[in-house]
């Protein structure tokens, strides 16, 4: 691997303002790795710079993993490296908008998203409005606000809006149902229990005053959390996690691991009570955080390293990815196979589900599909709602 290039290697302060052209771009909603800026900046070396055309394409090539972030791109391009009036193009983009069509709308949607990234301070002109009557009560969103965040993508989130997604996921309820042992425990009924019985008989001189009985024990089964931070993934790899940091408050035991080149666990980061400190110490961690994924070569290494420590007691285990892996299917199909047959129920959650046509057509994801016990979506507040209720629920759904 090449090294990255010193800043002083390339003219003047240019290094500093792709650093922070990139920052822009991550703050807007782009997933714009480290490994990215690396690979921008070793490129310029090489031949960027002889004309402004040849630069944009070299930043385009290297930053750009989407197709729809294209739009994105080259407005943050050409706001931040040309406009002279680039304050007042960015403020002019936070007026409201009236009577737009839908693709219109999609637009200032991004439109305001790099305004915020480009200022996060500056503040938003409204239209003159009569001034409202008073309330005794008064609330940051209202239910119809509310319901339309939980159905937004969290990829088109707007910085304030990625916050109070945070806020609504903290607050949704993660409670698991317990489930049946094969173990026994005392109880006042049940079948008796001659090994306790006779014991207590021999504490008391041979007389039985009272015979002792057993029930099979409950107890709440393990959660494992294998999350993808891949460059596909990492519009959703963030809030994700903040779900998983969620579910580790409860009672039930939270076992968490990324994933991208190479398997992670971050169990013991997700311990903190602050969520946003626990995933800003889980993204300084990882090495590979937006980078390529390996699915297999980790599936394969968590089957042999952590299967035995943490599948045990009926454990669920949830798979975030796209499926859009690279390596040898039949491989993938080995591992993901001796990892359904580990745990009680296997749940990949794929963010692609949220287009209608959706269809399995990538090697990894047809390779995935049989072992799953379920698939479900994880674009927004709603469906990690359903997911919240699934896990609830406690049974163990239909094999597809």
């Keep these: 691997m090449l090294a990255a290039p010193h800043p002083d290697s390339l003219p003047g302060h240019l290094a500093h303002n792709v650093l922070h052209f990139a920052r822009v771009l991550r703050s807007a909603g782009m997933p714009v790795g480290t490994d990215r800026v690396q690979l921008a900046l070793q ?27 294209r739009v994105l791109f080259n407005q943050a391009f050409a706001l931040f490296w040309k406009d002279p009036d680039l304050e007042g193009r960015m403020r002019a983009l936070l007026l409201p908008r009236v009577q737009l069509q839908e693709r219109a709308a999609l637009k200032t949607q991004e439109n305001r998203r790099l305004a915020a990234a480009l200022f996060p301070h500056a503040p938003q002109t409204e239209s003159p409005q009569p001034p409202p009557e008073e309330l005794d009560v008064q609330a940051s969103l ?19 809006e990625w916050d109070e997604a945070k806020r609504l996921l903290r607050r949704m309820p993660s409670q698991f149902k317990p489930v049946l042992t094969r173990r026994f425990e005392r109880a006042p009924t049940g079948r008796p229990d001659w090994r ?51 579910l580790s408050q409860a009672d039930t035991p939270v076992h968490s691991f990324v994933f991208g080149t190479r398997l992670t666990p971050i169990s013991r980061a997700l311990r903190q009570r602050d969520p946003d400190q626990a995933v800003a110490q889980v993204a300084a961690a990882v090495a590979d955080w937006s980078g390529g994924t390996r699915l297999a070569d980790c599936l ?55 287009y209608e046509g959706f269809e399995p057509k990538a090697a990894g ?6 072992h799953v016990s379920q698939l479900l979506a994880a674009h927004n507040l709603a469906s990690l709602g359903q997911l919240s209720q699934l896990l609830a629920q406690g049974h163990t759904p239909t094999p597809l």
């Design 196 to 246: 306790a019985s006779l014991q207590r008989m021999g504490r008391q001189g041979g007389e039985l005053w009272q015979p002792q009985r057993r029930r099979l024990r409950r107890e709440t089964p393990p959660l494992v959390v294998l999350a993808d931070i891949s460059g596909s993934m990492a519009s959703y790899s963030r809030m994700l996690l903040h779900f998983s940091h969620a």
């Design 142 to 160: 209202t239910w119809n606000e509310q319901e339309v965040l939980r159905q937004k993508d969290f990829e088109t989130m707007t910085p304030e």
């Design 300 to 354: 394969h290494q968590f089957n042999r390293q952590w299967a035995r420590r943490v599948l045990g007691g009926k454990a669920t285990v949830l798979l975030i990815t796209d499926g859009l892996a690279h390596g040898d299917a039949d491989a993938l199909s080995h591992e993901a196979e001796r990892l359904a047959k580990s745990c009680r129920r296997l749940i990949w959650l794929n963010p692609l589900l949220r």
């Design 43 to 69: 490129a310029l070396l090489q031949g960027g710079l002889e004309s402004r055309a040849d630069f944009h394409a070299t930043l385009q090539a290297c930053m750009l993993s989407k197709a729809e972030h």
């Design 365 to 370: 994801a047809r390779a995935l599909l049989p």
